[in-house]
């Protein structure tokens, strides 16, 4: 017996709204003119001209973007050879120990990887900074990476390949020329995925950080500590309009890559 159908659309409504409606509170709040976030002063653009004129919060945002984009060019490449390796040598020794190595990182607590992290640096000698944040955070992202491009790379048709060598085109040329193209849009998921994983970050940043080199997360963290300011709804409206921009820009970049396969095949 099927739902009605005014159930099935009052839960997606209520979904939705749970979801959706703190985002939309959130950036409709940035325009507050007063000082309190849960009291309306009228339209105002003062806190995005006091984020663009604070120097901390300028700095955190470099570090935090420079991080997230090294770190997730880093795991998508990374992932890419990890998901060939899982996906065309199907049989090989220690193979369930690498499966397992690449997945551990997105179930285990952040906080048990974070102080592994610590550690290890600090037994190394290495001084902590925007290296040892990006070094984890390309460890922490791979894993999501490699799911994503192995879905994918599982999908396409070796036979393409094979034909292509068959022809006289070296095995790494025929990857690049043929499997890589229809790859595109896993690609940029994934680097997508790391770079919001690391931009989101704090637990690990925490932990991995030193002196000088706080992320913006970390900044907004220590700005909450006495209180929640109409500053800060701007800082996450901003972020949240970098991220909205990057979808969509993944999206036209995947649409056209579709669209040049299908024409070519």
């Not at 099935?8 to 979801?19: E, K, P, T, V, Y």
């Not at 976030?37 to 984020?51: D, K, L």
């Not at 900074?129 to 999501?144: D, N, Q, R, Y």
């Not at 700005?223 to 990057?246: D, R």
Request: charged share 10%; proline share 5%; with cysteine.
């Amino acid at each position: 017996m099927t739902k009605p159908r005014w159930f099935n659309r009052l839960s997606i409504l209520f979904g939705l709204a749970f979801l959706y409606l703190p985002i939309v509170v959130l950036v409709v709040y940035s325009f507050n003119g007063s000082k309190l976030v849960t009291v309306w002063g009228g339209f105002s653009t003062q806190w995005y001209a006091t984020v663009l004129n604070n120097p901390s919060i300028i700095e955190g945002a470099k570090v935090s973007f420079l991080v997230a984009a090294v770190s997730a060019t880093a795991a998508t490449l990374l992932g890419t050879l990890a998901a060939i390796v899982m996906v065309r040598l199907r049989r090989f020794r220690g193979r369930a120990l690498l499966n397992g190595m690449l997945l551990a990182p997105m179930v285990m607590p952040e906080v048990v990887m974070a102080v592994s992290m610590l550690l290890m640096f600090v037994t190394l000698g290495i001084d902590r900074g925007p290296l040892t944040i990006t070094l984890a955070h390309t460890t922490f992202t791979l894993c999501f990476a490699t799911v994503v491009l192995q879905s994918r790379l599982v999908e396409l048709d070796p036979s393409l390949e094979e034909a292509a060598r068959d022809l006289g085109c070296p095995p790494a040329k025929a990857f690049v020329s043929v499997a890589l193209p229809n790859m595109i849009p896993a690609l940029v998921s994934a680097w997508l995925l790391s770079f919001t994983l690391s931009l989101d970050d704090l637990v690990i940043s925490s932990f991995t950080t030193g002196p000088g080199a706080s992320t913006l997360p970390m900044k907004i963290y220590s700005q909450i500590k006495f209180g929640v300011t109409p500053e800060i709804n701007a800082i996450s409206t901003i972020i949240l309009g970098i991220v909205v921009f990057g979808l969509v820009a993944a999206q036209l970049v995947s649409r056209r890559s579709e669209q040049r396969v299908s024409a070519a095949a």
